[in-house]
């Protein structure tokens, strides 16, 4: 319940918050630390569900994993809290705000901090929640959520969220997930983001139907990553990725809901660029691109369901 002492800590946290917001130009206030972390992955499946016995109002479903790899890398804190206090936001306190929605001033307990600097035992953050289905203000006392966002320099305690809806109902599941995320994303090794296609090059076998087409990549910071595809008589299309500069044939496509099917699926471009193709032959170029589209083809589509800048 609303208790009406929140109303200056409100008021005061609210003022802050105007300064460190934006408008999004879908009318939802996102925080100015939100980065464009490239292109999104795409999941099968979402995110959702309350634990068993927690009060959740709070919506999980659509997260996709793309989602909430997009979220880590934007996000320098990720936490577990528990809501132990609310407070209602007038509308003129709640520029932006989307159709639905309700902006809350909120007090919680850190329960769990899955990266980011020390934040104390409690936290405090304003966040837009949807109203429930009798169009009031939801109920949060002791829920359970997950928080992506940051802290608010010189003020302890303050999260600015890294968009206004980033606080999700918690749950096993949900954090289990964002924790493997995490440890990838924290891995010296973890594969870079891919920021375009550099060089195709198909060469032919001695026998028809038989070649190999290599792809190297240009990426964020440098490191190498490239496919190898080949093509045998008689047998399926075969290709891997690597992320080292030893070229490998055995090497395997990635798995599912992994960083590697991540920066490939979601950041490679939808056809191979004509001046990517260094093939001897028109030929072989067209072959290097229809071995391309065989890669995207089984990477699958890389899906999203939030924004994306």
């Not at 989602?67 to 890398?73: F, S, Y």
């Not at 132990?84 to 003129?92: A, D, F, T, V, W």
């Not at 044939?249 to 001046?275: K, M, V």
């Not at 990477?299 to 939030?306: D, H, M, Q, T």
Request: charged share 20%; net charge neutral; glycine share 8%.
């Amino acid at each position: 319940m609303t208790k009406p002492l929140c109303r200056p800590l409100a008021t005061a946290f609210y003022a802050t918050a105007l300064t460190l917001s934006a408008v999004a130009p879908s009318g939802i206030a996102v925080a100015r630390n939100a980065q464009d972390s490239g292109a999104l992955a795409g999941g099968q499946g979402a995110v959702s569900g309350p634990a068993e016995g927690v009060a959740a109002p709070l919506d999980t479903d659509g997260q996709t994993y793309a989602d909430l790899v997009d979220l880590a890398q934007a996000s320098p804190v990720v936490v577990r809290a528990t809501v132990h206090r609310q407070s209602k936001l007038k509308p003129e306190e709640s520029p932006g705000l989307a159709p639905g929605f309700v902006r809350l001033y909120i007090e919680a307990d850190t329960a769990a901090l899955l990266v980011g600097p020390d934040l104390g035992e409690s936290l405090r953050f304003l966040a837009d929640v949807p109203l429930d289905a009798r169009g009031k203000v939801p109920r949060l006392a002791k829920a359970q959520v997950l928080l992506f966002g940051n802290v608010v320099p010189g003020k302890p305690g303050e999260l600015q969220l890294t968009a206004s809806d980033t606080m999700f109902a918690w749950n096993a599941g949900l954090e289990n997930q964002v924790r493997a995320i995490l440890t990838e994303l924290i891995n010296p090794a973890a594969p870079p983001r891919i920021t375009g296609v550099r060089e195709a090059l198909h060469v032919p076998g001695n026998l028809i139907g038989e070649g190999e087409t290599q792809f190297f990549f240009a990426t964020a910071n440098s490191k190498p990553v490239s496919i190898s595809v080949v093509r045998r008589p008689g047998e399926p299309t075969r290709w891997g990725v690597s992320f080292s500069e030893i070229v490998d044939q055995a090497a395997q496509p990635p798995q599912p809901r992994t960083l590697a099917w991540y920066r490939l699926a979601c950041s490679l471009p939808p056809a191979l660029p004509a001046r990517a193709g260094i093939s001897a032959t028109e030929a072989d170029n067209r072959i290097a691109a229809e071995d391309y589209a065989q890669v995207l083809h089984d990477l699958g589509p890389c899906a999203r369901n939030r924004a994306h800048r």
